[in-house]
C-alpha cells in the first residue's frame, strides 16, 4: 500500500512519468536526490521525500513494464519472398477498417509500392463504393464484384490480378462482424484458404482493426479474431480523439501481437507508424 492517499498517488505518478518519459531515465534518476534535498530542506517531514522516491521508483518501474510490452509491439512484419503481398483487414463493424485500407495504400503509394485492393466486403450497403472513392483517391486499381457476391470469389479475381500485373501489395477490405458469430468469423477461414491456394504463404499480414474508444471488450475481439482469422497485427484507429487506446497494451501483452499502425483522422495522410514511446507517453499525458 502507497504511502500517499491515492488521488495525489496518482497525480504524482502521472506528472513523474511524464518527466521521465520526457527527459529521459538518467536525468530524471539525477534529479531524485536534490529533489529529496530540496523536499527536506522545505521542512516536509522525511516520510513524504521517501514517498515521493518511492513513488518515483515505482513510476520508472511501470514505465519499463509499459515500454517492454509495446516494443514487442513495434516488431516488424516478415519479409514476404514474392509480391504480392496480401494483407486481409478485419474486425468488427465500424472500427475504421475502410479508411485505414485507404491510408495504408496512400502510405504504399507514397513508398513506390504498387498497390490494388480488393472490395470483399460486400454485404454492407455502400461498402464497395466507399472503397472505390478511396482507390480513385489514391491512384490504385479496385477488384469488385457486385453487392451480395462471394467474398472469397472477388479475393481469387484480384489475386489473380495481382499476380497478372506483378502488383506489390493486395490490400482486402471484409466486412464488419461480430468476433462472436462463428458463421461469420468462419467466412474469414474460407477467404484465408483461398488466399492461401493461389499466392504462397497468404495472407501474410491480418489486420485487426481496433477503435482506440474500445474498453476491455477489445481484448475479447483480439481474442476471437486471432483464434478464427489468424491476426499477426493491430491498427489503432481512431487515436485522434479522446481515447488512449489503452486496451492494445493488454492485447500485447496476453496475445503478443504488434501493433503496426495508428488512425490520427480520416486524410490519407493520417495513417502512422507505432512508436511505443510516444503511445506510453500519451497514456501518461
Ligand atoms: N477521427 C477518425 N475517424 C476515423 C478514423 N478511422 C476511421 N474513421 C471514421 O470512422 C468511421 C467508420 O470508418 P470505416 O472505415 O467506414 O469503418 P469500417 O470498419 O470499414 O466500417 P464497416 O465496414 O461498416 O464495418 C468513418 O466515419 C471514418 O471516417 C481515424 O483514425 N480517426
Ligand atoms: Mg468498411
Known amino acids: 500500500m502507497n504511502p500517499l492517499t491515492p488521488y495525489p498517488a496518482l497525480i504524482m505518478r502521472l506528472a513523474v512519468g511524464g518527466v521521465f518519459l520526457n527527459h529521459g531515465i538518467d536525468k530524471f534518476q539525477n534529479g531524485i536526490g536534490p529533489t529529496a534535498n530540496f523536499l527536506a530542506g522545505l521542512g516536509f517531514p522525511m516520510a513524504t521525500v521517501f514517498a515521493v522516491i518511492l513513488i518515483t521508483v515505482e513510476t520508472i518501474g511501470a514505465v519499463c513494464v509499459l515500454l517492454g510490452i509495446l516494443t514487442r509491439a ?10 504480392p503481398e496480401v494483407i486481409l483487414v478485419v ?16 502510405a504504399l503509394r507514397a513508398q513506390g509500392k504498387s498497390v490494388l485492393l480488393c472490395a470483399a466486403d460486400t454485404f454492407r450497403a455502400a461498402a464497395i463504393e466507399q472503397l472505390e472513392i478511396w482507390a480513385t483517391r489514391t491512384g490504385v486499381e479496385l477488384i469488385k464484384t457486385k453487392p451480395g457476391g462471394d467474398p472469397a470469389a472477388v479475393l481469387y479475381d484480384a489475386l489473380e490480378a495481382a499476380r497478372s500485373r506483378r502488383a506489390d501489395y493486395v490490400i482486402v477490405d471484409t466486412a464488419g462482424r461480430l468476433h462472436t458469430k462463428s458463421n461469420l468469423m468462419a467466412e474469414l477461414d474460407k ?8 499466392v504462397p504463404g497468404a495472407p501474410h499480414e491480418t489486420l485487426l482493426v481496433m477503435d482506440a474508444t474500445t474498453g476491455q471488450n477489445g481484448l475479447q475481439q483480439a481474442r476471437q479474431f486471432t483464434q478464427s482469422a489468424g491476426v499477426t497485427g493491430i491498427i489503432l484507429a481512431k487515436l485522434d480523439g479522446t481515447a488512449k487506446g489503452g486496451v492494445v497494451v493488454a492485447i500485447s501483452q496476453e496475445l503478443g501481437l504488434p501493433v503496426r499502425y ?13 512508436d511505443a514511446g510516444e503511445f506510453v507517453e500519451s497514456l501518461f499525458a
Open 91 to 106: 474486425g468488427v463493424n465500424g472500427t475504421g477498417k475502410t479508411t485505414s485500407i485507404g491510408k495504408l495504400a496512400h
Open 74 to 83: 513495434e516488431a516488424q512484419p516478415r519479409q514476404v519472398a514474392e509480391p
Open 191 to 198: 477467404m484465408r484458404r483461398t488466399a492461401g491456394r493461389l
Open 262 to 274: 495508428v488512425g490520427v483522422g480520416e486524410q490519407p495522410g493520417d495513417l502512422l507508424p507505432f
